[in-house]
């Protein structure tokens, strides 16, 4: 079989002006970038205003193991597979960031003849959005530290009637805001700022990943222009020397921040190789940030098709657990329908044991990973969601394997299951999940929360370790425990977004299958005031990753031609 990046170059592509046409889409909607890629414009979602909804699935996994799920691949040969069977379909999914490209996981494509093409430009750069991100939210970093350099240097008094703006009286030890860039760079994960003259007061800070910046998320979250510039006006980015928050809007740079991200606020339309509609938008990861693609994608989505399969990050304790608890809050889309995506080895993977050779036929360690999978499809369910589980075919999964688990999975709570062989048949291999799907959006849903936003702080993170996770308890390191008290009189009515691993249910990577009788550390709180959510940080986890033994980048490189090599 061809690689994923052949696959791609052989392709017939249809000029995405062709497939704007074909959807109704007016030449003044949009701004090509190429022959193969263009903005949608914010005009198409208010003329699409009183056009019918379609439906909304989701789709999500079990715990992610090193040999892939292909969570990308069932998301978008689900939607070629919907268009198979004449029904109007598309994706939508997330922007990939070039850490992960260069480092560990590689493309977020999709795979075989279930990608998104051209695939190079979507995952190098694509329109230019991360780095607008990346620009606005450095833009109020850079602006924190000249308002307190100024501050500092000619005193209150003096800088008011030289500026003719109030004093904010920054304190130096309470800036929350760092710095972003879109690479794995862990020697930038904490720092300090303001040595040498005329450069101080120093400070400590730091560097997150650009998908973790709070502007990613609010361009996730927001339903329109405007929506995201009162969001990145709500932005807190330092407390004041008296205790008061200092947000964007008092620093004066929301306005400039949100016009370095004007072109930004529109999604970007491409194909799949079957020629469905996907449209890309924000790239929030699901194990620091929410792990969903836009509001705004979505919508649109909604307006120009009848299903709208779209895709959580990582497992349904991760990505799948804020959509519904953070995107829907914003959306008012409950899903009709989820999808569960699991393999033979994900189920021998997670069964709690190392396996010698993930590839052969191997009954106990099926048995102990069939807990796991039924922990994600009860986690799902839990939602009021009908849920589909997708078997992802590998060509050394064997029949009977794969029969017994389609017999197992009849016995659970999920809808149905079926095999998928979008990866190497495209729409073919999935009409048959994709007909089951069909099926179970029909089905009567009732979509539960995990717990009401309104409770105390407290309640919330107990509640939350518990039902989404199967905690014990939690326990606040002395810095959660002063966060919490500060934030629970102004923003304790906000949802939590947990930063945990994505390797476990649990906060411990180690902890595979179903893990029990555990107690969570929560080590910090952040506040996100304009994405509109605390995010939890627990156990270990990083908001800037850092590049493995061996990343990805060794791989890639350019021939003389211009053809990228090694980009998968």
């Known amino acids: 079989m061809l690689s994923d ?13 062709s497939l704007a046409q074909r959807l109704a889409i007016a030449p003044d909607e949009l701004v090509t970038y190429g022959p193969y890629k263009a903005k949608l414009l914010p005009s198409l979602l208010t003329r699409l205003q009183s056009s019918p909804r379609g439906r909304t699935i989701i789709v999500t996994a079990v715990t992610p193991t090193p040999y892939g799920e292909g969570k990308t691949v069932t998301t978008i040969g689900l939607t070629q597979g919907l268009q198979a069977l004449d029904k109007s379909a598309c994706a939508c999914i997330r922007q990939p960031s070039m850490g992960p490209v260069f480092g560990v996981k590689g493309g977020a494509a999709g795979g075989g003849y279930a990608q998104v ?16 991100i990346s620009s606005a939210h450095n833009l109020a970093a850079a602006a924190i530290d000249a308002r307190l350099f100024h501050e500092t240097q000619l005193g209150p008094d003096a800088f008011a009637l030289q500026s003719g703006l109030a004093p904010l009286n920054i304190d130096p030890q309470q800036i929350l805001w ?19 003259t005329n450069n101080g007061p120093v400070h400590a800070s730091g560097f997150d990943i650009t998908a973790a910046s709070e502007l990613m998320a609010i361009l996730a979250l927001s339903r329109d222009l405007a929506d995201m510039r009162a969001r990145i006006g709500r932005i807190v980015l330092a407390i004041s020397t008296q205790g008061e928050w200092i947000t964007a809007e008092d620093l004066g740079v929301a306005g400039a921040m949100t016009v370095i991200m004007r072109e930004a606020i529109a999604p970007t339309l491409m194909q799949t190789l079957s020629g469905a509609p996907c449209l890309i938008h924000a790239g929030p990861f699901a194990n620091i940030a929410h792990g969903n693609s836009s509001v705004i994608a979505d919508e649109i989505g909604l307006r120009l098709a009848d299903y709208v399969v779209t895709e959580g990050g990582f497992g349904s304790d991760m990505g799948f657990e804020k959509y519904i608890n953070i995107k829907v809050k914003t959306s008012n889309t409950p899903p009709s329908a989820a999808v569960l995506v699991t393999t033979l080895r994900a189920l021998k993977a997670n069964g709690g044991d190392a396996v010698a050779d993930i590839n052969e036929p191997n009954q106990p360690a099926l048995d102990a990973g069939f807990t796991h999978l039924c922990w994600h499809i009860n986690n799902v369910s839990q939602y009021g969601i009908p849920v589909v589980v997708a078997i992802n075919r590998f060509p050394s999964d064997s029949d009977e394997e794969l029969a017994w688990l389609q017999q197992q999975v009849a016995q659970t709570a999920a809808f149905g299951c079926e095999i998928s062989d979008a990866f190497a048949h495209g ?33 919330k993170l107990e509640l939350h370790m518990q039902r989404a996770y199967g905690a014990a308890g939690i326990a606040l390191t002395e ?36 893990p029990s009788d555990f107690v969570v550390p929560v080590t910090e709180l952040r506040l996100h005031a304009g994405a509109g959510f605390i995010t939890v940080l627990t156990g270990n986890v990083m908001t800037m990753p850092g590049l493995g033994l061996r990343p990805a980048y060794l791989h890639i490189d350019i021939d003389s031609q211009g053809e990228i090599q090694g980009l998968a």
């Open 178 to 196: 760092r710095r972003v860039v879109d690479q794995n760079d862990r020697s930038l994960r904490q720092i300090e700022v303001g040595f040498g």
């Open 427 to 459: 729409a073919s291999g999935a009409m048959a999940l994709a007909a089951t799907v069909v099926a179970a959006c029909e089905q009567p849903s009732q979509l539960t929360e995990l717990y009401d936003a309104s409770l105390p702080l407290l309640t």
């Open 117 to 132: 093409v051209p695939m190079e430009e979507l995952n190098l750069h694509l329109t230019g959005d991360i780095h607008a």
């Open 479 to 514: 810095q959660a425990q002063r966060q919490l008290q500060g934030l629970a009189a102004d923003y304790g009515h906000l949802p939590l977004c947990v930063a945990k691993t994505p390797m476990s249910i649990s906060h411990d990577p180690k902890q595979k299958g179903v």
């Open 5 to 17: 990046i052949e696959i791609s170059r052989n392709a017939q592509l249809q000029p995405i002006s």
